[in-house]
Nanobody
Framework: QVRLVESGGGLVQAGGSLRLSCAAS????????MGWYRQAPGKQRELVAT???????NYADSVKDRFTISRDNAKNTVYLQMNSLKPEDTAVYYC???????????????WGQGTQVTVSS
């Protein structure tokens, strides 16, 4: 089927930066919207940012002007550049992709396994 593998999480001090990557592989015909979500302990999973195949972006208000989402369609990869990190950004970050799969061109959402981002004060 389709597999999403995230990388780039870790521990950083407040004010620092991290870059997350998520590569999709498998029976992929095309990928529509890709995005990043996060879930902090005791909280629901929330949208961080999404990007369409054409490059249109959408951000949560809490990360606007600090985070930048981008993608490389040739590599089926989405990135999240996170700057000016705050302790409240601490969460598990999940990659999501809306994928049209081979051979029947069905469309479905897929999720990565998550990567931990911890911001210390």
């Amino acid at each position: 089927q389709v597999r999403l593998v995230e990388s780039g999480g870790g521990l950083v001090q407040a004010g620092g930066s991290l870059r997350l990557s998520c590569a999709a592989s498998g029976s992929i015909f095309s990928i529509n919207t890709m995005g990043w979500y996060r879930q902090a302990p005791g909280k629901q999973r929330e949208l961080v940012a999404t990007i369409t195949r054409g490059g249109g972006t959408n951000y949560a208000d809490s990360v606007k002007d600090r985070f930048t989402i981008s993608r490389d369609n040739a590599k089926n990869t989405v990135y999240l550049q996170m700057n000016s990190l705050k302790p409240e950004d601490t969460a598990v970050y999940y990659c999501n992709a809306n994928v049209r799969t081979l051979p029947y061109l069905y469309t479905a959402d897929y999720w990565g396994q998550g990567t931990q981002v911890t911001v210390s004060s």
